[in-house]
């Protein structure tokens, strides 16, 4: 089993090679393998979206003929085969050999409801997928014996078009399967392979796509195949689908027939890793497969306990599933048995003690049924051993067993080329390898201001110039009413002290925030002498109202004439934009509501390219912040509410009067504290600074190697039982 099936690209058979290269998202993060593409046809790769599938599936058969005799570009070729061989096709990363086990010991599977891995790939709604995403290609690099599952979703989550009145309205984009870098799973008949969710009635099927993702296979479900009845072929069809009923069987399909794909597929996977609760169904796959006469549902669980990790992501109580009784009856009265489980004792590892009628609770779920846990920043610890404390009442809050292990991004997808090319003359060429060491960056110290200066500069002026240009774009394909326009960014200046928040728009992340006191913010933003402009990018979700309410707010600030064109709401966020956005800002501004966001990774992404953060005291930015590499503001404690009550709106307007504090008093007077080579060489510390306290601390190698060698290590035990 496990053929594959994709388009064949037709490649000249000296730079064949190329095919299997493009079908590998290694690619991704290695910038001169994008240049070898990009060389092909810098049009071609452009209109592809930077697709490389795409692009060679729409190529002129004779530009790689021309190519396999160039010997520039063989050159560059070879140079790349020769890597990509190396460290993916034979070889690669020995880091979890020679530190854990033989990789052959323990095979991780990886249960993830999202990945976002690249723009090309939109399997992502925010953080919770990139978090996955940099996570795959960490174990790749690192040499983790893991594998990745979840849903291919035909229509991703959603295109944004903002109406002229400020209303997010999505448009589906359908996923052309033959232009991406996803194969087809056959069957050993050559057909493709479908496998059955097990127990559930009435039938449900799904077919199976590979993503390659360096060493590390990722297999998507898909349901939208002909074998499924039309409300199951939907199943997969968008991410978080705001029906109750269809998210409990998405979520059946993920944890259910995501097992039964890797048992067809005759993956073993003794170790199970469950990336927040929507895959935790697995679970009981797991303990199904052990229960036997001899071995009751009790020492069943307890096996699979030992060998299950669960990492939770939030604690806003919205992002936590909880499926009504009935419907968890009307899909699950035929698999308690097979548990040896009645109606009570089933429903009952569901149920929240501290709230036991509002049904089967996906995290209660997956805590009770994993000895391995954890919340993904020390204060997300904290909050998580708050939140879930009455599942342990025995105990004091805080022995509550969950950990915490800090979110971390995957160096090499998230630093910018340019600046890349700018720490291998100053931190040595192989500073990739020595990432997680803390000397390494010491030598960013040793850059110019003004070298630096200038690559961020760079970095200012492409990112504003690509706002400008699709602007343009939109005023020639749209013919949108003008003010639209306007609003998207086409007064921007690049001289300007730039302001960049780009999340999705969860109320309890207050973009709006920074609206608070109106009148302040246009004398803010509209000094002349020392002007400040802010750039917003997100989506909301598409059943949130609430959340598009604040987008709206957001978007008509943007068009307001006394703004002056310095808020710019930018439409369409995806891993592009992120990508440009936190490269291309000068301060990355966070407000959410303490205790809520759990970890962030889009500030880290900042702070690794020299952009520094201005943050409320929450998630990551608690053991981030330093003092030196960036600003703080407002409480850190808990309370108010987001998006509205009494309390939210005075906790609002003290934590929005904290931050325009900040900016006026300390960020904008030294960011224009300039010398006469017009570099602010305070603000070029602040930017050293960050680099130098995010890059060693806040990337995945180091968040991957603490999960194995704090689980995985673990679990190694409870299988040698
Ligand atoms: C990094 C990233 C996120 C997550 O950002 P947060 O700081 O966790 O809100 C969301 N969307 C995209 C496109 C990203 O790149």
Redesign the pocket.
């Known amino acids: 089993m496990d053929g594959l099936k994709r388009l064949p690209i037709e490649a000249p058979e000296r730079i064949s090679g190329i095919t299997r290269l493009a079908f590998n998202m290694w690619w991704s993060w290695h910038p001169e393998a994008r240049m070898l593409f990009k060389r092909l046809n810098r049009a071609e790769w452009k209109v592809s979206g930077h697709n490389p599938v795409k692009m060679l599936n729409g190529i002129d058969k004779k530009v790689l003929d021309e190519a396999a005799k160039d010997p520039d570009f063989l050159d560059h070729y070879d140079r790349i085969m020769e890597q990509f061989h190396s460290s993916v096709e034979n070889g690669g990363g020995k880091w979890f050999e020679q530190n854990i086990c033989e990789p052959e010991a323990l095979p991780i599977v990886f249960f993830s409801a999202e990945y ?1 891995l690249h723009r090309s790939l939109p399997f992502y709604a ?2 919770l997928g ?1 978090l996955a995403g940099d996570f795959l290609k960490e174990c790749s690099d690192l040499g983790l014996p893991l594998t990745g599952i979840g849903f291919m979703y035909p229509d991703g989550y959603l295109r944004q078009k903002m109406s002229a009145n400020g209303w997010q309205e999505s448009l589906d984009e359908p996923l052309d399967r033959a232009g991406a870098a996803i194969s087809r799973v056959m069957d050993n008949k050559g057909k493709p392979l479908l496998v059955k969710v097990p127990v559930i009635e009435p039938p449900i099927y799904v077919e199976v796509w590979k993503i390659e993702v360096g060493k590390v296979p990722l297999y998507l479900m898909d349901t939208d195949i002909e074998a499924n009845d039309p409300w199951n072929r939907k199943i997969s069809a968008h991410l978080y689908t705001g029906n109750i009923e269809q998210r409990l069987r998405q979520e059946i399909v993920l944890g259910i027939g995501g097992r039964a794909v890797l048992d067809t597929m005759g993956l073993k996977h003794p170790v199970l890793h469950l990336n927040e609760g929507h895959p935790a169904f697995a679970i009981l796959e797991r303990i199904r497969e052990a229960v036997s006469p001899g071995n009751r549902f009790a020492d069943a669980l307890q096996n699979v306990k030992g060998t299950t990790v669960f990492t939770t992501h939030t604690s806003v109580p919205a992002g936590t599933d909880v499926f009504p009784f009935e419907l968890m009856e009307k899909y699950f009265s035929s698999y308690w048995p097979a548990l040896g489980l009645d109606r009570e004792s089933f429903l009952g590892l569901g149920m929240n003690p501290a709230d036991p009628r509002a049904g089967f609770n996906m995290t209660v779920f997956a805590l009770k049924c994993s000895s391995h846990r954890n919340g993904v920043s020390k204060r997300h610890g904290e909050a998580a051993r708050h939140i879930w404390h009455s599942l342990w009442p025995g105990k004091p809050e805080n022995e509550v067993p969950i950990g915490s292990v800090t979110n971390g991004i995957h160096v090499p997808t998230w630093i910018e080329p340019k600046m890349e090319l700018l720490f291998n003359k100053y931190l040595g060429a192989d500073w990739l390898h020595r990432q997680d060491d803390p000397e390494t960056w010491e030598m960013i110290r040793a850059i110019p201001d003004k070298e630096l200066w200038n690559t961020h500069y760079w970095l200012k002026l492409k990112l504003i110039m690509r706002i400008m240009e699709r602007a343009r774009d939109k005023w020639i394909e749209d013919r949108p009413d003008p003010q639209v326009v306007l609003a998207e960014g086409v007064f921007l200046n690049p001289n300007a002290l730039t302001i960049g928040f780009a ?2 728009f969860a109320t309890y992340k207050r973009a709006s925030l920074i609206l608070n006191d109106i009148e302040r913010l246009k004398r803010i933003v509209n000094n002349q002498w020392m002007p400040v402009q802010i750039i917003f990018a997100g989506k909301a979700h598409p059943a949130d109202d609430p959340g598009k309410h604040v987008l709206q707010q957001v978007f008509n600030a943007a068009k307001e004439p006394d703004f002056g064109g310095r808020i710019a709401f930018v439409e369409e ?3 592009q934009l ?1 990508q440009y956005m936190v490269h291309g800002v000068d301060l990355w501004l966070n407000t959410p509501l303490p205790p809520f966001e759990a970890s ?4 880290m ?1 900042a702070s690794l390219n020299g952009v520094p953060n201005l943050s409320i005291m929450d998630g990551w930015w608690i053991e981030g912040y330093n003092g030196k590499n960036g600003w703080a503001f407002g409480e850190k404690e808990a309370g108010g509410t987001a998006g509205g009550g009494k309390s939210g709106q005075q906790r609002d307007t003290e934590d929005a009067a904290a931050l325009y504090d900040r900016l006026e008093n300390e960020i904008i007077p030294l960011f224009y504290k300039i010398n006469g080579d017009g570099i602010s060489n305070g603000w070029m510390q602040v930017m050293k600074e960050a680099i130098i306290s995010a890059g060693p601390r806040f990337s995945a190698r180091r968040m991957v190697k603490e999960y194995a060698s704090s689980y995985y290590a673990k679990c190694l035990l409870a299988v040698a039982r």
């Open positions: 976002g925010g953080g990139f999340r999705r966020y995806d891993e992120a962030g990774t889009s500030g992404k």
